[in-house]
């Protein structure tokens, strides 16, 4: 099933490898191979994400008209530019540093209400990723911890490294995972239980002061799984003795 998608063509129209064009659209290779394959359906995420692909490409190597050609059938034509995070992907081939865009406590709220606006997005203070991070493959953002819900964990200040993770792999969280869910009006750090397809707990470490509550996943815009920690202040030690 290809949903009226040719997604081989599309690859192909831009000289692309399966690994190139998974990159790019921040989704992994396996699931490209399995879209051309028939064996998975284009999702209406991914639909988006190839329009959008397509469109920030017009007028570079191919004319309109040829693009148009392999168009997705159904979906309307758009004039925003690509999105920040996929925007970010392809720098990987930049030889310039590989920066990621740091969501501070004081930020949190714009990033709330503008986490896919191009314009907002580029104002955020950006770092280097640390040794033995490889960017290719992924979108990448460190978030700074609000408040004590995940301590001893995570502490307020301490920064987290975070990957996005696709929409079409929601499916396949990992439960009592650490991520950054944007659900609602709030971004949070979370270890994650899926109750179902349509529901998920979120769990707290801290959970006598901050009790289990249960989102449906239809409420949640961007998921983001933890990779690295940085902490803002070295662990209290335990009482040492000093041998007389």
Request: with cysteine; net charge neutral.
């Amino acid at each position: 099933m290809n949903n009226g998608y040719n997604i081989k063509e599309i690859r192909q129209l831009y000289n692309l490898t399966q690994q190139e064009i998974a990159v790019a659209l921040g989704i992994t290779r396996e699931m490209i191979n399995k879209m051309e394959k028939g064996k998975r359906s284009v999702s209406k995420s991914t639909q988006a994400l190839l329009q959008r692909f397509m469109q920030e490409r017009q007028g570079e190597q191919f004319s309109q008209e040829a693009v148009k050609d392999v168009q997705f059938i159904g979906v309307p034509k758009r004039s925003s530019s690509l999105p920040y995070h996929l925007h970010r992907l392809e720098q990987k081939n930049e030889a310039s540093q590989y920066l990621v865009p740091l969501i501070a406590q004081k930020a949190q709220a714009g990033y709330v209400k503008s986490y896919d606006q191009v314009d907002y997005l580029d104002t955020l203070e950006k770092h280097g990723l640390p040794p033995g991070v490889n960017p290719i493959g992924a979108a990448w953002s460190y978030f700074e911890v609000d408040g004590d819900s995940m301590e001893p964990t995570l502490c307020a200040s301490d920064i987290i490294l975070a990957s996005m993770v696709p929409a079409e792999d929601w499916t396949d969280i990992r439960n009592f995972s650490l991520y950054v869910i944007l659900v609602g009006d709030q971004l949070l750090a979370k270890r994650i239980f899926k109750k179902s397809e349509k529901e998920w707990v979120l769990i707290s470490d801290n959970e006598e002061a901050y009790p289990q509550i249960t989102i449906k996943v239809a409420d949640v815009k961007q998921l983001w799984l933890f990779r690295r920690h940085i902490r803002s202040r070295v662990p209290q030690p335990k009482e040492f003795v000093i041998n007389q």
